[in-house]
């Protein structure tokens, strides 16, 4: 499995921005697809996370982002998005996208074995 982040670039607070992950490999649709990031100096956060039973989509969201992130997926492109809305200078970091066919917990960093090259945002106040 490959995954290829794009999307980032600076932008004032209160703006937006919107991420895109791509991804190829086999079986993707099962897996669950996510979004963290990493601030310097601080570990990996987790941000937003994606998956498809093959019937209902699940989303799940950090504390830090509710109501501002969406995160949405395209299993026929095998695409993941994260629109970012109302950011903050505490939302710049290198974004990550991230997929494992069965994390046991979708918040955990550990519990994913792919990885994307990072994107990075820098929100200026």
């Known amino acids: 499995v490959q995954l290829q982040a794009c999307g980032g670039g600076l932008v004032q607070a209160g703006g937006s921005l919107r991420l895109s992950c791509a991804a190829s490999?086999?079986?993707?649709?099962?897996?669950?697809m996510s979004w963290f990031r990493q601030a310097p100096g601080k570990e990996r956060e987790f941000v937003a996370g994606?998956?498809?039973?093959?019937?209902?989509?699940?989303?799940y969201y950090g504390d830090r982002v509710k109501g501002r992130f969406t995160i949405s997926r395209d299993n026929a492109k095998n695409t993941v998005d994260l629109q970012m809305n109302s950011l903050n200078p505490e939302d710049t970091a290198l974004y990550y996208c991230?997929?494992?066919?069965?994390?046991?917990?979708?918040?955990?960093?550990?519990?994913?074995?792919?990885w994307g090259q990072g994107t990075q945002v820098t929100v200026s106040s």
């Open positions: 994606h998956r498809w039973t093959g019937r209902t989509s699940y989303t």
């Open positions: 991230a997929a494992d066919p069965v994390p046991r917990t979708i918040s955990h960093v550990n519990d994913y074995e792919y």
């Open positions: 490999g086999p079986g993707l649709s099962s897996y669950v």
